[in-house]
């Protein structure tokens, strides 16, 4: 019961905050939106009835999708990512590693002018179900944590074009060494032939991780969205 009411107590104080902000929507093809401050707070609501899911900090960063703001901005990214691959060659696939909650793969589904299927950890699946939901949106592929030597992609007979690496925490400087890098990536390969690591990549990554990185890139999105010139990189996974 004291967990309903500090919803209701939040969503009261967060609803008079955002009052007089823009709305906050996803658009549908049809025109028709979703409203993502109620996504916030039914996430929320979500986080407080089920703390144990949260609790290691790996899983507790997926509190985050409380906020609306930064739904909102993750919309915004999730966006501008799907109108660059819609942008390269029609019959590209891609294989989105980790599917979060499912904005880009929204995208994809509705307007499908890219070919995105997505995969999420299995011990994280259930942080994103009720964004999820209200997306209409559910993972093609469960996996086990890639940082387990038996790394597998269950039921994952196809190979892709490309995995996407959207800010994707394993390979960043503040869990990967440069043989963990190398070692992560190549457990792509069975999987797509290239990858497109999308992030803060001044931040995300040291110059030694930097610079293994480079020896592997082939390009980026520049060609499709500046926003990404210094955001992006195309890998050969076969250089590895």
Partial sequence: MMKKQLTKKLKKQLTKKLKNSPKFTIERQDNSTIQLL???????????????????????????????TLLSQLDDVCKKIYNSLAHMRRD???????TGPGILEFYANEF???????????QQERNFSVIRKALNVEPTYLCNDVRDNNFEIYNCNKKYDYVLLIRFFPINAENATVSQLKDRLSKFKKYANKAIIIDNIDVAFNKELYDVLAS???GNLIETNPRFQNASMILDLNKI
Avoid at 92 to 98: A, K, P
Avoid at 112 to 122: F, G, H, R, T
């Fill in 92 to 98: 590209s696939t891609y294989l989105n590693i980790g």
């Fill in 216 to 218: 592997l890139e082939i």
């Fill in 112 to 122: 499908k002018a890219a070919n995105i299927d997505s995969v999420e950890w299995d």
């Fill in 38 to 68: 109620d996504v916030a707070y039914d996430h929320l609501d979500f986080v407080l009835k089920n703390p144990e899911y949260f609790k290691t900090k790996d899983h507790f960063s997926t509190v985050q999708y409380s906020n609306v």
